[in-house]
Each structure stands twice: as C-alpha cells, then as structure tokens.
C-alpha cells in the first residue's frame, strides 16, 4: 500500500529528483515532512549502468535523503509520451499518495524525457482532481504543482536556501557512481561523467548568490502566490 504524503517528486530517471531539489527534499524530511520520489522509468536506455544497478543506486539515495516511499511506475525510457495509459499511471500514482505539494522536471530541458515527464505530471494533477476520472479512486486535489530544474536552469520563482543540507544533496548524487563516475570498463562518455556533479554544485552556488547564501535550489510555477500583504 502506498503511504500519504505531504510531498511527491516526480523524475523520469532515477537521479533526475536529486540533481534538481535533493537538498530541498531534505531539508523538508528534516522538518518533519513526508516526502517521497516516483521515478517514471528504470532509466533502461542509459548509456551507463544496468537497470539493477540503478534500481540499487536509487535506494541508496533514497536512504540517505530518509524519504517515506521511493517507488517507480516502470515506463517506457524514451517512450513517456503523452498517452491516456501514461497519464492515468501518473493519475493513480498521485491519488495513492493525496500528496499536498507536487514537483516536477522544469518544462524546458535537453533532455526530451525531462520535457515529457513535465507535461504528464501537469496533466495528471488536473486528472487527479476530476471527480468521474477513474472514480473507482478518490480524487485528490493538489495544492501546489512546482517545477525543478535539471540541467537547464530557468527564471526560479522562488528559491530554497540549502546550505545546511548540501552535504547531504552530495552524498545523494554520489550514489549514483554508475552515472557520474568513470569504471575502468566503462567506454561510454556523457556529459554526466565529465564534472556534472560540479557543474550542478555550481549551479547551486549561483543560485544562492541571488539571496547571498552559499548553496540554493530554485524553483518555478505557473500558478501565483496568494499574499495578504506585501
């Protein structure tokens, strides 16, 4: 049985969630929140590691972030087209879970299947609240729908001071060493086994400069805050 959370991340590929907001999840885990991620495949089209070594890499992350749930709806890598069958898999995914906030890849990225997780996560939201959408579920209205960025970094409408966490969104991404470090039997080169890990840490690090704190993740959304006052 799915556990309720306050918080589901969505990512197409195991790695996607941390790379974007893992200091941010733990920040979250460390208040008390229930946060869990949905990877949408195993990653089977990688040019690195084997889908048991990423299923291995992703527990181990989830370990190390203390996420309630971590679970995967085994999708089609390459293949998450914007289908009925995909959208209601997303759907069902978010009704087990009636999380309060969702958070999904940026809908701008190199990466197709960043784009294409963006837009099914945004249709299964709204899917997710439609009453005689599959009723044999509860319906689920989410409060919040955010967008994280991957590897293209977009206007952050907010941003999330992560100094304090970012050892730990680190040792996350360490534990993919199938993706981010060089074997000795590995020929493949990506661009995420040449400093991405750098990369991202520098990305973090300009991030925060806009609020003058060392370390930040940014974050977009296409709906507008609700304040009282200003």
Known sequence: MTEQLDI?????HADDAEIGMAGTIYKHVEAGYRVGICDLTFAEMSSNGTVETRKQEAEEAGKVLKLTSRSNLGLPD???????????????????CAPRMIFAPYWEDRHPDHVACSKLVEEAVFNAKLRRYMPEHPFVNVEQLYFYFINDLGKADLIVDISKQYDVKEKALSCYRSQFEKSATETVVTPLNQGYIERVKSRDRLVGQRRL??????????????????
């Open 8 to 12: 589901l991340v969505f990512g197409a």
């Open 213 to 230: 704190v060392p370390f930040a993740e940014g974050f977009a959304t296409k709906s507008p805050f609700l304040v009282e006052h200003f």
């Open 78 to 96: 390459r293949g998450l087209y914007l289908t009925p069958d995909n959208v209601k898999a997303v759907t069902e995914e978010i009704r087990a």
